[in-house]
């Protein structure tokens, strides 16, 4: 299996800029695999493709700040992507430079804030605040929303809202985990109207999300580490959920991942910490019965996942319709639910 076997041919002006002024107002793609249908919907018709019972697993993670312009001691400008928060002023980074720098090296950031290159490890830093508040301080006051590479603009006031959740409670993630964006107060409160059930999971999505597959044969990837928790109290649900015959649907690609790690040994237990998992067509899902998500790009590890759920075929049929219709792609693009 190829990694080309999941790309196509994106036209650049279906890469969403912006966010639609109302989250709720984008469209949706409705994929049945049994039926092989694809049905466009909007956005808002959402809570009548779901029936009471139903568990929707929406991942809680919240956005931080994690973008930091920095200069060297030198001059040079040095572009900081957190990754991960591994201390109170330590971290994993990813760094942007007309010249590699060594460790050892500072960063300059305003007048009082030095950061320290510790080492390397293969694309990411570790790094640390020598001089200056710790990162929540840092982030909240140099930090700019981690827009992704696709996204051809600086980020404004308006990301520190729309690139994230309307939902989210657990700082860590440095990209959103986008199929959230789509739901408003109104979305939730008619799935609520239809006895539809929510649950929560958390995963803090890493930078390297946005990594190009380098391999050609897709089962020589390897996933970039990211945490995760599922708790015992959504394992409960989920478990009652599956013996009232009802369904499991995870909101995002995250969401999938962190229930299908959790069930990794077999039996869904709950789970705190790091997760590889690589879903790729062959995969047998042992929790997620469907899924809202948002178009990804070509030959992706989330376009590996989306069609091991639909099937590639379906999927790569979804995405040329998706094309030809005109659909909005990627972070602030539009949306699908794969049955």
């Not at 973008?67 to 992507?81: D, H, I, P, Q, W």
């Not at 060594?102 to 510790?118: K, N």
């Amino acid at each position: 299996m190829k990694v080309s076997d999941f790309s196509f041919e994106l036209p650049e002006h279906l890469i969403a800029q912006e966010p639609l002024s109302e989250r709720s107002a984008s469209r949706l793609l409705h994929v049945r695999r049994k039926t092989a249908d694809l049905v466009d919907r909007q956005f808002a018709d959402l809570p009548t493709l779901l029936g009471a019972g139903d568990l929707v697993v929406f991942n809680n993670t919240r956005v931080i700040p994690a973008r930091l312009f920095a200069r060297k001691t030198s001059g040079g400008r040095v572009e900081v992507m957190i990754e991960r928060l591994t201390g109170p002023r330590t971290a994993r980074v990813q760094l942007r430079a007309n010249r590699k720098p060594a460790p050892g090296t500072e960063l300059l950031i305003g007048e009082g804030v030095i950061l320290r290159l510790i080492d390397r490890d293969e694309a990411f830093w570790t790094i640390e605040i020598d001089a200056g508040p710790d990162w929540p301080a840092l982030l909240d006051d140099a930090g700019h929303m981690p827009l992704p590479p696709y996204i051809q603009r600086d980020d404004t006031e308006a990301d520190k809202d729309r690139y994230q959740t309307v939902y989210g409670q657990v700082p860590g993630a440095v990209a959103a985990p986008t199929a959230g964006l789509h739901f408003d107060k109104s979305v939730l409160a008619a799935l609520d109207d239809r006895g539809v059930q929510r649950g929560w999971c958390t995963l803090h999505v890493g930078a390297g999300t946005f990594q190009p597959v380098r391999v050609d044969d897709v089962k020589d990837h390897e996933m970039h580490p990211e945490w995760l928790h599922v708790s015992a109290e959504l394992v409960d649900q989920i478990k009652q959920t599956k013996s009232a015959g009802k369904r499991v649907i995870a909101v995002g690609t995250t969401a999938v991942r962190s229930l299908e790690t959790a069930a990794s040994e077999g039996k869904l237990t709950a789970y705190t910490g790091d997760s590889r998992l690589f879903i790729y067509p062959g995969y047998k899902f042992k929790v997620v019965d469907a899924l809202i998500t948002n178009f990804h790009l070509p030959g992706s590890t989330l376009m590996m996942l989306v069609s091991a759920l639909a099937g590639r075929d379906q999927i790569m049929a979804a995405y040329a319709h998706a094309i030809e219709q005109e659909y909005r792609f990627f972070s602030y693009g539009d949306s699908m639910l794969i049955e």
